[in-house]
C-alpha cells in the first residue's frame, strides 16, 4: 500500500511562488511515477507534471512549475512560479506503477488527500 502527504498550499497573490511537497512511503520512487494532478471547482482533475524515468510537464505550467524529487526523503516536489489566479485549485500528488510518465489519471491508483493553492489577482 502505498500513502502519499501533500503539504506546502496556501494563499498567495499573482506573480508568486509556491512549493508542494508529497511524501510517499518507503521504496515508493523505486517502483512507481509520481504525478501531480490538479482540480478547480467545477472543472475536470487535469494533469500538471509527473517524474519516473523522466520527468514531464504540462504545456500550462511549463517554463512555471518544476517538479523534482528527493530519493532519500522520499519526497516528491512541485515548485510553483510566476503563478496565475487560474491556478487556483486543490493540488494532489499520485502514484502510477507505469514509470513512463502517464499524464491520465485512470493510470494512477494511488493518491493523496489533496492541497489547496489559492491565488489572489
Known amino acids: 500500500q502505498v500513502q502519499l502527504v501533500e503539504s506546502g498550499g496556501g494563499l498567495v497573490q499573482t506573480g508568486g511562488s509556491l512549493r508542494l511537497s508529497c511524501a510517499a512511503s518507503?521504496?515508493?520512487?523505486?517502483?512507481?511515477?509520481i504525478g501531480w494532478f490538479r482540480q478547480a471547482p467545477g472543472k475536470e482533475r487535469e494533469f500538471v507534471a509527473a517524474?519516473?524515468?523522466?520527468?514531464y510537464h504540462a504545456d500550462s505550467v511549463k517554463g512555471r512549475f518544476t517538479i523534482s524529487g528527493d530519493n532519500a526523503k522520499n519526497t516528491v516536489y512541485l515548485r510553483m512560479n510566476s503563478l496565475k489566479p487560474e491556478d487556483t485549485a486543490v493540488y494532489y500528488c499520485a502514484a502510477s506503477p507505469n514509470r513512463g510518465i502517464p499524464i491520465n489519471a485512470d493510470e494512477y491508483f494511488y493518491w493523496g488527500q489533496g492541497t489547496q493553492v489559492t491565488v489572489s489577482s
Open positions: 518507503a521504496r515508493t520512487f523505486s517502483t512507481y511515477a
Open positions: 517524474i519516473g524515468w523522466t520527468t
